[in-house]
């Protein structure tokens, strides 16, 4: 961070912070930063690049990509293309992946820079080329074209952006060691599916195992392997909550089960209670 | 371009050509690259920046901007984020503005790089404030943090893509002198309409207007203040095909209008057949 200040330097208000839990609760677990990086990149295949233009200014530019297992993402470029061009002359360079915000707020939405030196597989590229192209199997068609290139990058810095208050930055064995979140796909559309047709249980799990006992609604923020994050609404204001799962998900299609296994606890609590 | 090739060195097949039109077709007029640019620009407010990190690494990050009326993006950005203290030290850089793909492929879909140099507006920031607050007004709670500053990129240098085959450089005067499409903003949906609703009028525009009196099928693949872009059906196989309009649309709800009138004169030249 070399010498930059930790924190906003506040000038003006500090909004108010929400009301605490009132009751203990167990156990958190997330995505640490390294999972959270190598998960947006598995889950995308469309980044930008920063790359040196000839003039000296960085260049950004839109390039699709295929993911390693190792997470090194592989492009495929032309030198028909400037971005192209700069690899050849420049192969240090960045990615940065953005979830898509949708209709949200786009600063609270999550994206990670992948900074690193870019360089082309041996052969006919190899593992590197099957990554890219089992995301984008049309860019076998371009191997007739001679100036396009393999492009993997060796990943050495990575900065990750979850949203407001959300953000770290890992190295590279921590980044290459972590793995991506199997539920990822899923996940979008399992905390739409609870907040439509399941509301009640989000607030049993908010009373029950969330520290919110006077919860009167809750909505399902996220979703991944560990757990669910809650924004639950009580008489005394609105409070970010977070229940974990008995167990991570390994399975892309394991969320539902560790979901109504967590709604059962969550009722038997509150039952109790 | 210094010294690229300036088409892809095709060392396999080449695909088949689309059948050419049958009939003579008017005058087209498209956007310009420039006015192009100039739309994607106006339209979004999220672009991936490029700036030059403290080791020399080009660095890709995400942020928001709004648009000034010349066309220049404004950053609001601290240095709290490294993509701030790279500005800081080293004022060029660059963004691209990307259109959303959706479901489609990303090579087809629009971007366009601007590159130039970043300055501070003076005072309160002004113009350049007022352009970023308008885009989101939210930001206007960070005026209280000291860390943020607005960032006006002086543009020296654009680069569109429009999508396969769809694609050139802008020079800063070209960029600024453009006006955007007013009519972006409700393309995409009047586009889907078209397809949805009116199948038959754009099957006529094609057979009288767009050359291809042999269409079985057609449907919009993009529509602009200029006229609308075909995809044809014929017993030859598929083509592309414009329609223009009889004048450019003003109006950012012009678009209704112009295609009515557009299908009114379809439906005249195809009875006279």
């Known amino acids: 961070m070399s010498g930059a200040p930790m924190d906003h330097v506040v000038v003006g208000e500090v909004p108010p912070a929400p009301p605490p839990p009132l009751a203990a609760v167990g156990a958190d677990r997330r995505r640490t930063p390294a999972e959270e990086a190598r998960t947006l990149v598995a889950s995308h295949r469309v980044c930008s690049l920063a790359t040196l233009a000839e003039d000296g200014v960085p260049w950004a530019s839109v390039v699709t990509y295929g993911s390693m297992q190792c997470g090194s993402p592989v492009l495929y470029v032309s030198t028909l293309a400037e971005h192209g061009r700069n690899l050849e002359r420049e192969p240090r360079g960045s990615i940065v992946v953005a979830e898509d915000a949708g209709g949200g707020d786009p600063l609270d939405s999550a994206r990670v820079t992948l900074a690193g030196r870019f360089r082309r597989p041996e052969g006919d590229g190899g593992a590197a080329r099957e990554a890219h ?17 393999f492009w ?19 190295d590279a064995a921590g980044y290459l060691a972590a793995a991506p979140d199997p539920t990822a796909g899923a996940a979008v559309h399992a905390a739409a599916h609870l907040n439509e047709d399941h509301s009640d249980a989000l607030v049993a799990m908010a009373i029950a195992l969330g520290g919110y006992p006077d919860a009167t609604d809750a909505r399902c923020v996220r979703i991944d392997r560990y757990g669910i994050d809650l924004r639950v609404g009580t008489p005394r204001g609105t409070a970010p909550a977070r229940v974990p799962f008995a167990a991570p998900v390994a399975a892309p299609d394991g969320l539902r089960a560790a979901t109504v296994e967590l709604a059962r606890r969550a009722r038997e609590a509150q039952a109790s209670l």
Request: aromatic share 16%.
């Open 133 to 149: 192209l089992a995301a984008f199997p049309t860019a076998a068609a371009y191997a007739g074209f001679g100036d396009f290139s």
């Open 152 to 170: 993997v990058l060796s990943v050495e810095r990575v900065r990750w952006v979850g949203g407001y208050g959300r953000m770290d930055s890992v």
